[in-house]
């Protein structure tokens, strides 16, 4: 059997399997990583013992490095080069199935991220604590809403999730709640009082250009229809019968702005809403001024 000589540092110690000494003092280990590439790690000292050489940067001796290392191959978390952004593209990449607003919603964040520097940031450099800071600098420094960052944060933590998933890093740094990072500033939505709606519907009614739109502003003041819905009705969505308005779609406006329709986002948002008998004669009204555009089954259209 074969002996193998024993290695030894410029100091007289012995030098591990993968440890070596380069000829100006500098230490380095050689592994393979989860993918089977060489890969080379270095540090001016071996031990945390060792002072590094005058002029030299202290940093993680080899002895650390090693164990950081081993620990990352024995979680098989593949070291990767992968950026922020590059993560978030790939995500995007899986989600498929998902409606145009939402597919907008998620470029407007790989725009911003594609300016932003923390975009170009590898992901297995990203701390807990870098998250955090880059939140409140948004915040901050940037000004953008709490409503704005989480929209942004809505992408980041599945995508980071993801990576996680994937064994492309250890933990999700943005798996935290927003709330205990951010001041929340949003400005809580008031109702009108029934005195300021009657107000606004005077002046609607009496007004020479707005008044065309009266009927239009009754019917979501008393039936609480988002706009969407509310375009997106047909003459076959009303019931006068039985008093109600079938739910069940809403006229939407693409990034390439065409109007398209689409169900709504989730099953308890298709109902049958109530219809008063203003809000039905609100309805008559609209009808009947539409009589000279029947082509269209829209409503508004």
Known sequence: MTRVPTRKDSKGRILRQGEGQRPNGQYYFKFKDARGKTKYKYSWTLTTHDLPPKGKKSGLCLREIEKQVQRDLFDRVAPSGMTVLELVEKYVATKTAVRPTTRAGYKTVMNFLAKDEFGSRKIGDITTLDAKNWLIYLQGELGKSYSAIHCIRGVLRPAFQLAEEDDLIRRNPFNFELAT?????????????????????????????????????????????????????????????????????????????????????????????????????????????????????????
């Open 181 to 301: 990072v951010l001041v929340n500033d949003s400005i809580a939505r008031e109702a009108l009082s029934p005195q300021d709606e009657r107000r606004f519907l005077d002046f609607i009614k009496g007004d020479k250009h707005y008044s065309r739109y009266y009927e239009a502003f009754y019917i979501l003041f008393n039936t609480g229809l988002r706009i969407s819905e509310f375009c997106g009705l047909t003459k076959s969505d009303l019931d006068f019968e039985n008093g109600g308005i079938r739910v069940n779609k809403q006229l939407q406006r693409g990034s390439d702005m065409r109007y398209y329709i689409e169900r709504p986002k989730t099953k308890s948002g298709e109902r049958f809403v109530p219809m008063s008998e203003e809000v039905k004669e609100c309805f008559k009204a609209i009808l009947q001024k539409r009589a000279t555009h029947l082509s269209s089954p829209s409503l508004t259209g």
